[in-house]
């Protein structure tokens, strides 16, 4: 008799182990897809809103050659504008990005504004080079700043020698404002790291 308890018992708790088991696999299935559900909304809220290394919003600009097509790979047919769009074609490699970006800020101009990117020494110099090079000649701009976009065409009428470029973009203020403060964002980790490697001198106070 007392070894049948004996097995009964034995076989009442193996069958909560069983059960405490399948609820536990049941319980960590949740975890898991829970936690599945999180990281792809945190990849897919990444793509949509670039961030740095340092959680802030981050823009890209990228400054492009027009050029004439010729059926080369390098020859890449983007749209300007939206109302209506102006399709050029740009040499697909940009001369000019945000790593060289010193600092950016949003211009007002009788009524409306513009944005003006300030360029370090080597940015400066290779806008300097690019703007006698291809006077008369429009450049195209393209920039991700959660948005992604050929923002301006701007017409280079003149030499550009003290690094700055301002043009007016195809976006309403509150972008301009994103791309510009994204632009700052960078431009500040981009120094500390030229500091950091000493390809860059501290501005000195005056």
Same mark, same amino acid.
């Given at each position: 008799?007392?070894?049948?308890?004996?097995?009964?018992?034995? $076989?009442?708790?193996?069958? =909560?182990?069983?059960?405490?088991?399948?609820?536990?696999?049941?319980?960590?299935?949740?975890? $898991?897809?829970?936690?599945?559900?999180?990281?792809?909304?945190?990849?897919?809220?990444?793509?949509?809103? *670039?961030?740095?290394?340092?959680?802030? $919003?981050?823009?890209? =600009?990228? =400054?492009?050659?027009?050029?004439?097509?010729?059926?080369?790979?390098?020859?890449?047919?983007?749209?300007?504008?939206?109302? *209506?769009? !102006?399709?050029?074609?740009? %040499?697909?490699?940009?001369?000019? @990005? &945000?790593?060289?970006?010193?600092?950016?800020?949003?211009?007002?101009? !009788?009524?409306?504004?513009?944005?003006?990117?300030?360029?370090? @020494?080597?940015?400066?110099?290779?806008?300097?080079?690019?703007?006698?090079?291809?006077?008369? @000649?429009?450049?195209? +701009?393209?920039?991700?700043?959660? %948005?992604?976009?050929?923002?301006?065409? *701007?017409? =280079?009428? @003149?030499?550009?020698?003290?690094?700055?470029?301002?043009?007016?973009?195809?976006?309403?203020?509150? &972008?301009?404002?994103? +791309?510009? #403060?994204?632009?700052?964002?960078?431009?500040?980790?981009?120094?500390?790291?030229?500091?950091?490697?000493?390809?860059?001198?501290?501005? #000195? #106070?005056?």
């Amino acid at each position: 008799m007392l070894y049948f308890i004996s097995v009964i018992e034995f $076989v009442y708790a193996a069958m =909560l182990n069983r059960r405490w088991l399948l609820f536990n696999i049941f319980l960590l299935a949740v975890l $898991v897809t829970a936690s599945g559900c999180n990281l792809f909304r945190s990849e897919e809220s990444k793509q949509k809103n *670039p961030r740095t290394g340092g959680g802030k $919003v981050a823009s890209t =600009l990228r =400054l492009h050659y027009v050029i004439n097509p010729d059926g080369t790979d390098r020859c890449l047919q983007v749209p300007i504008g939206r109302t *209506p769009p !102006m399709v050029v074609t740009v %040499d697909r490699t940009p001369f000019l @990005h &945000e790593g060289y970006v010193a600092k950016a800020e949003l211009l007002n101009t !009788m009524g409306t504004y513009e944005i003006k990117v300030q360029f370090d @020494h080597f940015g400066g110099l290779t806008l300097e080079n690019v703007s006698v090079s291809q006077k008369g @000649h429009n450049i195209a +701009i393209y920039s991700d700043f959660g %948005d992604s976009r050929w923002i301006a065409a *701007p017409l =280079l009428s @003149h030499r550009i020698s003290d690094g700055a470029l301002i043009f007016t973009p195809d976006a309403s203020r509150q &972008e301009a404002e994103r +791309i510009v #403060k994204g632009l700052n964002n960078v431009a500040g980790i981009t120094m500390k790291k030229k500091l950091e490697d000493g390809t860059e001198e501290a501005p #000195k #106070k005056k």
